[in-house]
Nanobody, 124 residues
Framework: QVQLVESGGGLVQAGGSLRLSCATS????????MGWFRQAPGKEREFVAA????????YYADPVKGRFGISRDNAKNTVYLQMNSLEPEDTAVYYC?????????????????WGQGTQVTVSS
């Protein structure tokens, strides 16, 4: 069993930045692809970004391309989401997830473990 704990959320003005972290338990972090998803009020959860096992491959949803960056530190069992040029539309609960197969797709069904989420609120 893998436990994921997100942190770094908060309230920020439009145009600002935040960095989310997701710390994981267990010894097999480097074998998982990792993803970030978000869920805005009244909307379905959606894909944000994914990263391969070694960090060499990354994948982003169109709304965040050029503004968000996903990275990982396998020595620290942690994945990050750097969010720049934030917009009110980015307001959501952000979740990290782990994919045992290592594929790191945009499909929620590919992920086996999920964190509890961290709230990001962007004011206009």
């Amino acid at each position: 069993q893998v436990q994921l704990v997100e942190s770094g959320g908060g309230l920020v003005q439009a145009g600002g930045s935040l960095r989310l972290s997701c710390a994981t338990s267990g010894r097999t972090f480097s074998s998982y692809a990792m993803g970030w998803f978000r869920q805005a009020p009244g909307k379905e959860r959606e894909f944000v970004a994914a990263i391969g096992r070694r960090g060499g491959s990354t994948y982003y949803a169109d709304p965040v391309k050029g503004r968000f960056g996903i990275s990982r530190d396998n020595a620290k069992n942690t994945v990050y989401l750097q969010m720049n040029s934030l917009e009110p539309e980015d307001t959501a609960v952000y979740y990290c997830a782990a994919d045992r197969t290592g594929r790191g797709t945009s499909s929620q069904g590919s992920y086996d473990y999920w964190g509890q989420g961290t709230q990001v609120t962007v004011s206009s």
